[in-house]
């Protein structure tokens, strides 16, 4: 863990501690195959790996909102079933008083025997008033757990490290990668984009293309991704590369290939039939200096992103020395 800077956290320590120990051989196996391909174990790759081959707490929880689930569908179910029975027997109570009181004419009852049969259908219908808003009562209930629910399963969404759309890492899993390399002092470069004209897509073609476009662009950069590289979807039509090992002049060659792939790239609007294949990207790259802080080093690529955009867009920031 010191030599990989890795932070000392309860989850950090089972994660190595089940490596050096190689209980779990397909875990060593997959930090092994890390290593090689990043030269470290990143703080993102730990969380992942951890999550794929460790988290038996999350299956906890899942199984703890499963059971939650049933015990409040199998008590609904049961007042259900009780306030159907219930209504069943008011009616057949109903039925019955409704039938001796047509007999009024009949048979002549008595004003006594009369009000008796309507004192019994004001005390049912009284049970079944109780039982209906004590129904309702659950039901009000359990949409509010079932509210909760939802709002736990949202932030446990929000706490993962994958973009839903394209499959790339997201903003999360970049912060945590920027840092953890920062920390361990290894020479990376950074590497900005986003789509050129994006709001013309949506606005043209509908959000359904917009989607389309991105998850084409992801698929790019997630193609790129190779020999430690990984990419990220940091929001809307913004992406960022982090590139260990490889200085500016590298860094910029491997986005000078993907501009070029990505202007090679069409794709069809499935709704209109048109194919799409004027897709454009700008980059900004640039290379850690080894003394600036994080927000320094994106503010300073962001930079040379926005010069490609001024310049004419389609293009990468620094021009080639």
């Known amino acids: 863990m010191i030599k990989y800077q890795i932070p000392t956290t309860p989850d950090n320590y089972h994660f190595w501690y089940s490596y ?4 779990m051989p397909e875990l060593n196996e997959a930090i092994d195959q890390a290593i090689k391909q990043q030269g470290t174990c990143s703080l993102v790759t730990c969380e992942r790996l951890y999550q794929q081959y460790l988290a038996a707490e999350d299956e906890q929880q899942m199984e703890a909102v499963k059971l939650n689930l049933s015990a409040m569908a199998n008590e609904l179910g049961h007042s259900m079933q009780d306030a159907i ?4 027997q008011f009616q057949q109570m109903l039925d019955k008083s409704v039938g001796r009181l047509s007999q009024i004419d ?3 009852l008595s004003f006594d025997e009369t009000m008796g049969i309507l004192r019994e259908l004001v005390r049912e219908s009284r049970d079944l008033r109780l039982s209906t808003a004590h129904f309702h009562e659950q039901l009000n209930h359990a949409q509010q757990e079932i509210k909760e629910l939802r709002e736990a399963l949202n932030e446990t969404r929000k706490l993962a490290t994958e973009d839903a759309l394209t499959h790339l890492l997201n903003r999360r899993a970049f912060d945590l990668e920027l840092t953890g390399l920062m920390h361990s002092k290894q020479p990376f470069s ?4 986003d789509i050129d004209h994006f709001k013309r897509f949506n606005d043209e073609y509908g959000h359904l293309l917009g989607d389309q476009v991105l998850r084409a662009f992801g698929k790019r950069l997630r193609d790129a991704s190779k020999e430690g590289v990984s990419a990220y979807r940091l929001g809307g039509e913004e992406f960022a590369l982090l ?4 200085n500016l002049a590298l860094a910029r060659q491997m986005a000078e290939s993907l501009r070029r792939a990505i202007e090679r790239m069409s794709i069809l609007d499935r709704k209109s039939g048109r194919r799409i294949d004027h897709i454009t990207a700008s980059f900004g790259v640039g290379e850690y200096n080894g003394q600036e802080s994080s927000d320094n080093l994106v503010g300073r690529v962001d ?3 926005y010069k490609a955009k001024e310049l004419g867009r389609n293009r990468v920031m620094p021009l080639p020395t």
């Open 106 to 108: 009949d048979e002549g």
């Open 303 to 305: 930079m040379l992103l």
């Open 190 to 193: 950074l590497i900005l984009t």
């Open 243 to 246: 590139v260990p090992y490889r």
């Open 20 to 23: 050096v120990s190689a209980s």
């Open 85 to 88: 029975s219930e209504t069943g």
